[in-house]
């Protein structure tokens, strides 16, 4: 069975950093492509950025772009979100997912596994 746990979030205030991590228990890590998403209060989930199976290829959502970074470490079965310069609009609960594939995708629905989520609130 494959359990995906998130840690790392926090209150901060705007332009601060935090990195959050999820750790993969379970199934064939390297296997799987990564993704984080986010979700505001009466909001849809947004994709923020996903890194393959291999993390030669990485893309952000639009939102994110310059500020956050994805990595993986294959031998910690884990991945990473590395978030600077953040804004009060960054706040939500961060999801992390698991995705059997070549390729990434922004769409949540070729997401197999997922994380319990972490809050991140943003102070301005």
């Known amino acids: 069975q494959v359990q995906l746990v998130e840690s790392g979030g926090g209150s901060v205030q705007a332009g601060g950093s935090l990195r959050l991590a999820c750790v993969v228990s379970g199934g064939t890590f390297t296997a799987y492509a990564m993704g984080w998403f986010r979700q505001a209060p009466g909001k849809e989930r947004e994709f923020i950025g996903a890194?393959?199976?291999?993390?030669?290829?990485?893309d952000y959502g639009d939102s994110v772009k310059g500020r956050f970074t994805i990595s993986r470490d294959d031998a910690k079965r884990a991945a990473y979100l590395e978030m600077n310069s953040l804004k009060p609009e960054d706040t939500g609960v961060y999801y992390c997912?698991?995705?059997?594939?070549?390729?990434?995708?922004?769409?949540?629905?070729?997401?197999?596994?997922w994380g319990q989520g972490t809050q991140v609130t943003v102070s301005a």
């Open positions: 997912a698991a995705e059997m594939g070549f390729s990434i995708t922004r769409d949540r629905e070729r997401y197999e596994y």
């Open positions: 890194i393959s199976w291999s993390g030669s290829s990485r």
